[in-house]
């Protein structure tokens, strides 16, 4: 099996009692969609901060093709190849939905202390910008402030920014949330095609989805991965279903 | 783009006119309001230089004085030396500004470096006081070391020479200081364009967003800091020129209060808003200073009025919001 | 220099430092509540001084100057709380910093208008006059009494803030605003005496301050940016980092300023070492506090950790 791109090692954090990571081992193959689910509280956006780098964990290690990143900074890790969304889109209000991308495709062409140079008359950012826009479907809207986009455009565009950055692997965190159905069936599509691309580390609460999408996932419990398979492996593991479906049916 | 349209009719009014006022006085015989538009030109490109980190940038700097005070004291002192023929730091001193300009700015920029590497680790409040904290720092050292003159300030006998000027000649000086701001608002507004300026701007509205395209937020605003500190010390080179007169008061709190006072009476993270600013303060000083003693009463009670009420300044009032393409 | 000179430095050092407690006491308490960065907080500081002055002045009595010029200062924050602040508390500090800007220069002005442009005198009380022998050397009574006042206010503040059930909802405001207000506390009410506590600290300061040194207009604004040094070293939000960063900030000022020239009087000529000693001795609490950043970027003693 081919080398992961991403793997946890023995990841560890607390917040003075609370356990917020226990010991969390996994990894991101080529290729494929890892996803990580599991109750409100469970400990994934701690988990996802630690990737990203915006949280030091307090022992163990994160490698990334092949290298330590555990003490990097988010911005070395993006520029290793991280490209992340958040669970609440966060983009830049002021700019178009153009120089949000435009942004992310400077940054991963190289330093940003060019002082002169207008980016407005930079055409290679011009059409990269709008080609990324194209993939989500956005081309039509390029020119609207992201604070005015409705939220299922700034979901799009939160990926068409990830997509800028050509990454290694995508650190997906709840891209379907409060999307209709309809645009989670196009997400789910447009998902699938992705993972060819760059492997996909997806956290998501939309089990539907989640299950259309991955091809494995792993469940967080308390801040312990519980279980981590296949898809049917997960749906029928009974620890899962006592400590996680079985709530959410309940 | 009607709004952008909107602000260069208004920026090109306020560069245009404070050519025209000082002409006018040329020809009327009134080197007094000749010196009012210098004064206004050199404060208007001190708060160009915080304008990019505290108007762009977002980073409220209440320390920007120690910069215009440094620039300052390098023309005052490197002029000193020029007369005396006394080398400093093993270097002859100057009287030409084209060699006062540079001093002046590299030590304002390595100065803007050390203050801004420390100060920068924080943000918010801390970098507000952490920045005022630093220049009272220079500041009390400029009251109590002696050799250039200490609370007492340092006197520049002449002005400092330009290449085919007169610069005793209010008239000369003002085109001096009229050129530097208009090639330094030019240079701004490219930079703004950029891609610094682009990544600079990002940083102020998410910066954790531009930390995860890559964009390292600490080492764009540092240099932004830097840069900043550079232009201000350039204006206060050229105020030490213009009252001849370089001092501890030109790095005091409120100069720093003042420079910030400039930018939001103009309009924040506007390209000419220190130019209007500059020019709203200086007016306001001399109309009502010349009625009551007690001006700087009303001044901040219009300030007030204008933080509660009124934001976006005179260019937010005259072309509306700003918008980026 | 003896060993009575440095004792006496010491005791120095310690007054002026639980002097600049009073007024971090009521900055740090302000941020921490509100979430407001006050530049005026200075401006109460001199308010509480002209008052003191003009209140002995009128009465022959100094204790009722500082009944008023404590009372004044804190009726004066109610009003500015009342008519301004609460406006700001939403606002960034951008607008917080100009508006309390605005604030200084109406307080100080205005101050100019009421008292005139010149300095008050404010005397110290006779019973207070005179020195006292403290076996090393004979320190200033007043002196003494200004170190008993400022532990005296600590004790108390630290009682009210820790005991009380005000102190609770104090407390309580600091973690989680909406909690206070579904517990039924009204917080509008609090705030404004949470600023007029404050106020009242750095009228009692000025007041205090004032007998030793001129009363004047713009002697608030040193106090007050040695007091952002003080809450900078000490975190920003805690009264024990308040304390703490005061007592550093005055003892190492004070020391700072008396054994530095004479430090390199040891090695250099008499007129040069006192220029350059005095010059690097009023850049020594900055230096500390770089340190401090460089170590413990949120101060000592973080108050949201």
Redesign the interface.
């Known amino acids: 099996m081919a080398d992961p791109v991403l793997a946890l090692n023995g990841l560890r954090k607390s917040f003075g009692a609370l356990k917020a990571t226990d010991d969390v081992s996994l990894t991101l193959r080529p290729g494929e969609i890892h996803a990580l689910i599991g109750p409100n509280g469970a400990g994934k956006s701690t988990l996802i901060s630690q990737i ?3 949280l030091q964990p307090d022992s163990g290690t994160i490698t990334f093709r092949g290298r330590d990143i555990t003490r990097l ?4 890790r ?2 290793l190849g991280m490209g ?1 969304t ?1 669970q609440i889109s ?7 939905a153009r ?1 949000n991308v ?3 495709l ?3 062409q190289g330093h ?9 008359r ?1 055409r290679a950012l011009l059409e990269g910008a709008q080609a990324m826009l194209a993939r989500v479907g956005l081309a039509g809207r390029a ?1 609207v ?1 992201s604070a005015e986009l409705s939220h299922g455009e700034r979901r799009l565009l939160e990926i068409a ?1 990830a997509l ?2 050509e990454p290694a692997c995508f650190l997906l965190d709840e891209p379907m949330a409060g999307m209709g159905t309809e645009g989670v069936g196009k997400l789910v599509d447009f998902l699938h095609g992705l993972k060819a691309q760059a492997p996909i580390l997806l956290v998501e609460h939309d089990m539907d989805a989640v299950f259309a999408l991955a091809d494995r996932i792993s469940v967080l419990v308390y801040g312990r991965v519980i279980a981590s398979g296949t898809v049917a492996e997960i749906r029928n593991d009974p620890r899962v279903r006592e400590a996680y479906l079985g709530e959410e049916t309940a | 783009m009607r709004d952008i349209h909107k602000e260069t009719v208004v920026n090109l009014a306020l560069g245009l006119g404070l050519l025209l006022v000082p002409l006018w006085a040329l020809w009327a015989d009134q080197p007094f309001t000749i010196t009012l538009a210098t004064r206004i030109a050199i404060l208007a490109l001190a708060g160009v230089g915080l304008n990019l980190i505290l108007g762009f940038g977002g980073m409220v700097s209440f320390g920007h004085a120690v910069f215009f005070g440094v620039g300052g004291y390098v023309a005052g002192i490197l002029s000193q030396h020029a007369t005396s023929g006394v080398p400093v730091l093993g270097l002859p001193g100057s009287n030409q500004m084209l060699v006062i300009w540079p001093v002046a700015m590299l030590v304002a920029g390595l100065l803007a470096a050390a203050i801004g590497a420390l100060s920068l680790r924080t943000e918010g409040i801390f970098f507000i006081m952490i920045t005022l904290a630093f220049a009272q720092m220079v500041y009390y050292f400029a009251i109590s070391w002696p050799a250039y003159g200490g609370e007492d300030g340092l006197p520049l006998v002449l002005r400092n020479r330009f290449p085919g000027l007169n610069t005793m000649r209010p008239w000369h000086l003002f085109v001096v200081a009229w050129g530097v701001l208009m090639v330094v608002l030019g240079l701004m507004a490219a930079l703004r364009a950029s891609r610094f300026g682009a990544a600079l701007m990002a940083i102020r509205q998410n910066p954790e967003r531009a930390a995860a395209v890559g964009i390292n937020p600490y080492g764009v605003k540092l240099v932004a800091f830097v840069i900043s500190g550079m232009v201000t010390g350039l204006a206060g080179a050229l105020m030490a020129d213009l009252s001849r007169f370089a001092s501890p008061a030109m790095m005091a709190w409120t100069m720093s209060g003042e420079l910030i006072v400039i930018i939001i009476l103009g309009g924040t993270g506007r390209l000419f808003g220190p130019l209007a600013g500059a020019a709203i303060l200086v007016g306001f000083e001399v109309t009502f200073g010349g009625m009551t003693e007690h001006w700087k009463l009303w001044l901040g009670l219009v300030l007030l009025a204008v933080v509660l009420f009124a934001r976006g300044g005179l260019i937010g009032a005259l072309a509306g919001r700003a918008r980026h393409g | 220099m003896t060993l009575a000179l440095i004792f006496e430095q010491m005791l120095n050092g310690v007054q002026f430092g639980l002097m600049l407690f009073l007024m971090s006491a009521g900055l740090t308490l302000v941020f921490g509540v509100m979430g407001l960065i006050n530049l005026a907080h200075g401006s109460l500081y001199m308010l509480g001084a002209f008052f003191c002055a003009a209140g002995a002045a009128a009465t022959g009595n100094f204790w009722l100057g500082l009944v008023a010029g404590t009372a004044a200062a804190a009726a004066a924050g109610a009003l500015i709380e009342v008519s301004v602040i609460r406006r700001l508390y939403t606002r960034d500090h951008l607008d917080q910093v100009l508006a309390t800007f605005a604030l200084i220069l109406i307080l100080s002005e205005g101050t100019k208008m009421v008292f005139g442009p010149f300095p008050l005198y404010l005397n110290v009380p006779p019973i207070l006059s005179g020195t006292v022998d403290l076996g090393l050397t004979p320190y200033s009574v007043y002196r003494l009494a200004l170190i008993g006042f400022g532990l005296a206010v600590a004790l108390g503040l630290w009682l009210l803030i820790g005991k009380t059930r005000l102190g609770i909802r104090i407390r309580a405001g600091e973690n989680d605003r909406e909690m206070i207000a579904a517990l039924g506390v009204n917080i509008r009410a609090l705030y404004t005496l949470v600023f007029a506590l404050g106020a009242a600290l750095a009228g009692l300061a000025g007041a205090l301050v004032g007998a030793v040194q001129s009363v004047q207009v713009g002697m608030g604004e040193p106090v007050l940016i040695l007091a952002f040094v003080v809450i900078v070293i000490g975190g920003i939000g805690s009264i024990k980092g308040a304390m703490v960063g005061a007592l550093i900030v005055g003892v190492i000022d004070t020391m700072g300023r008396f054994l530095l020239p004479r430090i390199f009087a040891s090695f250099m000529e008499a007129s040069d070492a006192s220029g350059l000693g005095a010059a690097l001795a009023s850049m020594l609490i900055y230096v500390v506090m770089a340190l401090v950043l460089i170590l413990r970027p949120k101060g000592l003693f973080p108050a949201h950790a």
């Open positions: 990203a780098g915006k900074s988010t911005a070395q993006a520029r992340r958040y966060s983009l830049i209000p002021e700019f178009s120089r435009m942004l992310a400077q940054a991963r940003p202390f060019r002082f002169l140079r207008p980016v407005m930079d020119s402030p920014v800028a950055l």
